[in-house]
């Protein structure tokens, strides 16, 4: 059974850095086609994706936040911790990790089939 | 990036009513997209990816489709828990979500 639960600051101040640590279960970080991925939702907004690390350490970043985003790993722990830099009132949203699921060789069919209940992150001085 | 766009944003359907959800991509994606729904205050739930294959679980009066870049998620018959936002999501480069369609209750 997988599970996956994010921690971390319920608010921060602007300019702050957040740290948020994905804690899960039920899978090995590094078995070949599995990742973990972020994505957020700012309150009655859609989905957002924030990054991805792969069971090989390959990382990946929306390409309008990946100034402001790291993303590690630690397969040990079965941890991933999100740092976000420069933090202001609109990050606030629902953060979510989720377990990243390929489906074949082919590389191309992923899907997020496990997601953790979410965090709400406020961000306000 | 690929763009995703969503349509309706929200729609009102009743109880029995077939319900069509359709999200074009910026460009081609092949058939690397999938669909979520999600409740209020719950995390997203995988019903469909690769345009059409329905995950373990989901109910079969869902399904999905795709001609082109037009991407299709389809309620046969709408029953009361389906009232939720579904949000597509491509796979084929820097992932994207669609903006969501809210299906309400007429």
């Known amino acids: 059974q997988i599970t996956l639960r994010e921690s971390g600051p319920t608010l921060v101040k602007p300019t702050q850095t957040l740290t948020l640590t994905c804690t899960f279960s039920?899978?090995?970080?590094?078995?070949?086609?599995?990742?973990v991925g972020w994505i957020r939702q700012p309150p009655g907004k859609a989905l957002e994706w924030l990054a991805l690390?792969?069971?090989?350490?390959?990382?990946r970043y929306s390409p309008s936040l990946k100034s402001r985003l790291t993303i590690t790993k630690d397969t040990s722990k079965n941890q991933v911790v999100l740092t976000m830099t420069n933090m202001d009132p609109v990050d606030t949203a629902t953060y979510y990790c989720?377990?990243?699921?390929?489906?074949?060789?082919?590389?191309?069919?992923?899907?997020?089939?496990?997601w953790g209940q979410g965090t709400l992150v406020t961000v306000s001085s | 990036d690929i763009q995703m766009t969503q349509s309706p944003s929200s729609l009102s359907a009743s109880v029995g009513d077939r319900v069509t959800i359709t999200c074009r991509a910026s460009?081609?994606?092949?058939?690397?997209l999938n669909w979520y729904q999600q409740k209020p205050g719950k995390a997203p739930k995988l019903l469909i990816y690769?345009?059409?294959s329905l995950q373990s679980g989901v109910p079969s009066r869902f399904s999905g489709s795709r001609s082109g870049t037009d991407f299709t998620l389809t309620i046969s018959s709408l029953l009361p828990e389906d009232f939720a936002t579904y949000y597509c999501?491509?796979?084929?480069?820097?992932?994207?979500f669609g903006g969501g369609t809210k299906v309400e209750i007429k």
């Open positions: 690390i792969y069971w090989d350490d390959d990382k």
């Open positions: 460009q081609s994606i092949s058939t690397y």
């Open positions: 039920g899978f090995s970080l590094s078995t070949s086609g599995v990742g």
């Open positions: 690769a345009a059409s």
């Open positions: 989720a377990h990243y699921l390929r489906l074949d060789s082919s590389g191309y069919v992923w899907y997020f089939d496990h």
């Open positions: 999501q491509q796979s084929y480069s820097t992932l994207t």
